[in-house]
């Protein structure tokens, strides 16, 4: 038996190269300190891999953006846009690379950059390679080589890891009509089998092809790609052993694709699909080896060895253990870093601490795996065992996870507890009543711009720098300008501007029971940008009012109406690390009850209006079509159990960050908010379409302002776009608003773009 990894946290233990690419883009750093900086970071990585006592250390899973980045310059993927960069500058990797990552401004040149999008349903972003018809591709940088070189003469085991033909493909987008990226195939298989030789030469005996478009709904030509692809390797480079790598999700269907295909090792994703281990059990051909994803990759909750060697001694018995790899389930590039560094009992108690496992220990689990199979583990592993159950034990009957109170309001629900008691049109005529609002009225999303003042109070409150008072009067006063400001532009529903807060999830979770919080657990997100979500570790509960001081103050200011604002739950779900302990819908039930409270709470107060943001409910979507029903039917009913509670004449909104909508547009009518409002300025309200086809029933805020770009859209602009939107949404149902909220902005921007906006709903009234 073998362990093996599939790729480490390339950010640095202590976010270091976050910090040397920012230092280097302001031009802080020189380009070599940039890349020694990378340089170390690789070698920390590799030496605790070496330390954990894996056997096979991947290593080009190092990017300093994004490996799809990388892999396009691998290939000689380089739009033709970007060539004055090529030609301008000989040593062209730093100004070509980052300007494909984040565009490039300078002189006469203004480039973008390649669109960026999540990466499977991560919250990795990559960026989208670009093709062309009669594109042609050439083994441009060799990085890879370079990396391998790097760690062989350190004595590393290495296994270069590389981004699959067919996912690399699949992944990408179309520039040009006439013709499908699969096409490329042809063009693109010389140059990995040159990287495949290249590497093999080097010295490498494994290579790992990630092609994880294999858990995915694939249609013939795609089959046919794989098979093409891996055929055409197993004949041009003999010499090299490839470990094809699937995670995230099952083979189903994929399987006996996978199985037919000419590779030495095929891994699998048993933390995401356990199921399917029976089925590859009996459909591997004999010359593959089974590499066994065990050790969670996306979560942060340590493995359960019992659990775990009941399934690798059940695959030994069917293939060997020669046959028998050890891995996590995917790249521990989705976990953070080293749980060693969380220090302050503070932030996260030990009691939920030794729960949990970050990419270090998650090593130490797999290595551990490997030994605890073998025939006679030595007494440190046993004890390790030991303290694995301990720990596993204490969670099943943890008080501090499980809460009675909570299990019996979950169980109490009742079917009305999800309806809002009168339909839409009854409701709407109540709410027009009392809210008397003109046509087209006039709103924003939540947040006004955080500009340095306010992150500074903020900040200097939580370091205990400055009084709970001081800080409540500093922010009461932002609160209080965001309103005047408002009512001057003469917007007609209102918000407080969400000063308070620092992240519209975290705010939430550091109120609610069941959450704990890291000094440094932090996941790359896109490029230098990271997160440190929240962990979800027991029931949820709501001990106190988190929102109703700020909204009340913020609407006593003012006639107009105040929207109270709040986070969904699907939305705190999926930007948080979930207990894995209960159906993931079963957590979202008991944050929709928490949710629901506040909501409650904020009627009572006198607010009139309340916003429930779900920006995430489209990202959580399962990756095949099959899950879809499952899912949307339970995040659907966590919305409405959020914010069934009130009166028919409390009007419910909520917002959502993106316009593809056409696949679940009669999940989102079902959710049964009052408005909505979503993003569609960027693309010319192409959402629309959705709307041509399916009679969207209640109120709807299509946005009309980009809030993503500096640019200060004219009236006449927002008033074609009204007038576009007007052509499938009838006139009293149709809302003016920005696409999204305006926290990072500034308020240059922000003044000038609302009063046009309002400019805009005028003259078409
Ligand atoms: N109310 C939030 C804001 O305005 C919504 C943000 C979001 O949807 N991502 O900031
Ligand atoms: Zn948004």
């Known amino acids: 038996m073998r362990t093996h990894n599939l790729g480490y946290p390339r950010i640095g233990s202590r976010r270091e190269l976050k910090k040397a690419c920012e230092n280097y883009w ?67 990797f730093p100004s ?80 040009e009509q006439g013709f499908h990226r ?52 197993a004949q041009g480079c003999p010499e090299v052993k490839i470990l094809l790598a699937t995670y995230f999700g099952e083979l189903t269907e994929n399987l006996p694709l996978a199985c037919s295909l000419p590779v030495d090792t095929l891994h699998i994703d048993l933390v995401r699909a356990p199921e399917q281990l029976d089925d590859v059990l009996k459909q591997i051909p004999d010359y593959m080896s089974l590499s066994l994803g065990i050790v969670d990759g996306r979560n942060i ?74 025939s006679q583990p030595d007494k440190e592993t046993e004890d390790r065992l030991a303290l694995n159950r301990k720990a596993h034990q204490s969670r099943i009957s943890s008080s501090f996870i499980h809460d009675p109170a909570v299990q019996a309001r979950i169980s109490s629900i009742q079917d009305k507890d999800f309806e809002r008691g009168l339909p839409f049109t009854d409701r709407k005529k109540l709410q027009d009543a009392c809210l008397n609002l003109p046509i087209l009225p006039t709103t924003t999303i939540g947040s006004f711009p955080q500009i340095k003042e306010v992150r500074e109070v903020r ?47 975290e705010y939430f979770g550091e109120q609610l029971n069941g959450f704990a919080f890291t000094q440094n657990g932090w996941v790359q997100s896109y490029g230098s940008r990271c997160v440190k979500p929240p962990v979800i570790y027991g029931d949820v509960s709501r001990p106190k009012s988190m929102t109703t001081d700020w909204i009340s103050f913020a609407q006593s200011l003012t006639e107009k109406p105040v929207k109270g604002m709040l986070t969904g739950p699907v939305t705190i779900l999926q930007w948080s690390f979930v207990r894995n302990d209960q159906p993931r819908s079963a957590t979202a039930m008991q944050i929709a009850l ?6 409650s709470d904020l009627e009572h107060v006198g607010v009139r209006i309340i916003q429930v943001d779900e920006p995430a409910i489209r990202e959580g979507l399962p990756l095949r079509k099959s899950g879809y029903a499952a899912y949307l039917a339970w995040a659907v009913k966590s919305f409405r159990l959020a914010t ?122």
Request: negative net charge; aromatic residues 10%.
């Open 26 to 92: 302001a031009g802080k750093i020189s380009l070599v300190e940039l890349l020694q900086a990378g340089k170390r970071i690789r070698l920390e990585n590799w030496k605790s891999q070496q330390e954990a006592g894996i056997n096979l250390i991947p290593i080009h899973d190092f990017s300093y953006y994004d490996q799809v980045l990388d892999t396009n310059l691998m290939l000689g993927n380089i739009p033709s846009r970007f060539l004055p960069l090529v030609q301008q500058e000989k040593k062209s």
């Open 96 to 175: 070509l690379y980052f300007a494909m990552a984040r565009g490039y401004q300078k002189g006469d040149l203004d480039i973008t950059a390649l669109e960026m999008t999540k990466w499977f349903d991560t919250n990795y972003h990559y960026l989208v390679p670009e093709f062309y018809r009669n594109q042609t591709f050439s083994f441009v940088c060799t990085d890879v080589i370079t990396e391998f070189l790097e760690a062989k003469q350190l004595g590393i085991n290495a296994k270069p890891v590389i981004l699959g033909p067919v996912s690399y493909l699949l992944l990408g987008k179309e520039k």
């Open 182 to 233: 699969i096409d490329l195939l042809k063009g693109i298989l010389p140059v990995y089998k040159d990287v495949l030789n290249n590497i093999e030469q080097a010295g490498a005996s494994y290579i790992q092809m990630d092609e994880p478009c294999l858990v995915l709904d694939l249609d013939e030509p795609a089959k046919q790609a794989f098979r093409e692809a891996y055929h055409y390797f």
């Open 301 to 374: 909750w340590k493995n359960n060895y019992d659990i775990s060697l009941t399934v690798i001694n059940k695959a030994v018995r069917a293939l060997g253990e020669e046959r028998i790899w050890i891995a996590p389930s995917c790249s521990l590039l989705h976990s953070p870093c080293d749980l060693d560094l969380e220090t302050d009992e503070a932030v996260l108690p030990e009691k939920v601490k030794h729960w949990m496992s970050f990419a270090r220990q998650k090593l130490n689990e797999v290595s551990d795996l490997s030994k605890l199979s073998a």
């Open 459 to 505: 900040a200097k409150f939580k370091k205990g720098m400055i009084s709970k008072k001081d800080y409540t009067e500093a922010i009461k006063t932002f609160t209080q300008q965001a309103v005047k400001i408002q009512e001057e532009i003469g917007l007609d529903v209102l918000v407080h501007g969400e000063f308070e807060r620092n992240d519209m999830v």
């Open 594 to 599: 928490a949710i629901r409270d506040e909501v």
């Open 644 to 765: 069934s509670s009130v009166r028919p004449q409390t009007q419910i909104h909520t917002h959502m960050c993106y316009s593809e909508f056409n696949d679940i547009i009669t999940s989102i009518a079902a959710m049964d908010a009052d408005v909505i409002t979503i993003e569609t300025s960027r693309s010319q309200m192409e959402l629309l379409n959705a709307f041509i086809n399916y009679q969207y029933p209640n109120d709807i805020g299509p946005g009309v302002y980009d809030i993503h770009s500096p640019r200060i859209p004219s009236v006449g602009e927002m008033e074609l776009l009204l007038n576009k939107a007007l052509n499938v949404i009838p006139l009293n149902r149709l809302w003016v608003n920005p696409d999204c909220g305006l926290k990072t902005r500034n308020w240059e921007e922000v003044l000038p773009a609302l009063k046009n906006m309002v400019q805009a709903a005028r003259n078409i009234r």
